[in-house]
T-cell receptor
């Protein structure tokens, strides 16, 4: 099992450009999450999907959109990137919405110039 | 969500036990205490969780105060690989979100 995979690992964007961060899990998990982590801080939830076909806003959703493409994949889109979105982005998944353990991907380091 | 308070950093010697404290004075009866850790340049990983009783697993032990207003993560023999940021998180019984604080940076000296 690869667990939770994320692509790309690194990305540099110019202000105003758009991009999509990809996340996939092979554990047959129902729930998936997107977090961002700014330097020296803990993770903050952007969006989550409790099950296929549903998505909900987290703590910091502004400037982002998500798509739960199927049970395996959950993408995060930045329509018009801003320097304030420079961060490390982590995807996570759990078996169900009340499961005990979240499994995290390795992260995508995004820099917006 | 109830908040947790952890020391910013702690230091330990290799092969010695480490006790990482966490205060959560506003914890509610349905809040589970979770611990995750984040090694450098990696995503967080689950360590342990509990509700009222002390818990043990292959990675660590979790000691929960009788009034549940504090808890302690215990690493029985710290290794250099245990150097990481440790997060103490409260999660509601039917809550699916983890709210991360700044955590405790654990440094392990050889």
């Amino acid at each position: 099992n690869a667990g939770v995979t994320q692509t790309p690992k690194f990305q540099v964007l110019k202000t105003g450009q758009s991009m999509t961060l990809q996340c996939a899990q092979d554990m047959n998990h129902n729930s998936m999450y997107w977090y961002r982590q700014d330097p020296g801080m803990g993770l903050r939830l952007i969006y989550y999907s409790a099950s296929e076909g549903t998505t909900d806003k987290g703590e910091v959703p502004n400037g982002y959109n998500v798509s739960r493409l199927n049970k395996r994949e959950f993408s995060l889109r930045l329509e018009s990137a801003a320097p304030s979105q420079t961060s490390v982005y982590f995807c996570a998944s759990t078996l169900g919405p009340v499961s005990d353990t979240q499994y995290f991907g390795p992260g995508t380091r995004l820099t917006v110039l | 969500d109830a908040k947790t308070t952890q020391p910013n950093s702690m230091e330990s010697n290799e092969e010695e036990p480490v006790h990482l404290p966490c205060n959560h004075s506003t914890i509610s009866g349905t809040d589970y205490i979770h611990w995750y850790r984040q090694l450098p340049s990696q995503g967080p990983e689950y360590v342990i969780h509990g509700l009222t009783s002390n818990v043990n697993n292959r990675m660590a032990s979790l000691a929960i105060a009788e009034d549940r207003k504090s808890s302690t993560l215990i690493l029985h023999r710290a290794t250099l690989r245990d150097a990481a940021v440790y997060y103490c998180i409260l999660r509601r019984e039917y809550g699916n979100k983890l709210v991360f604080g700044a955590g405790t940076i654990l440094r392990v000296k050889s």
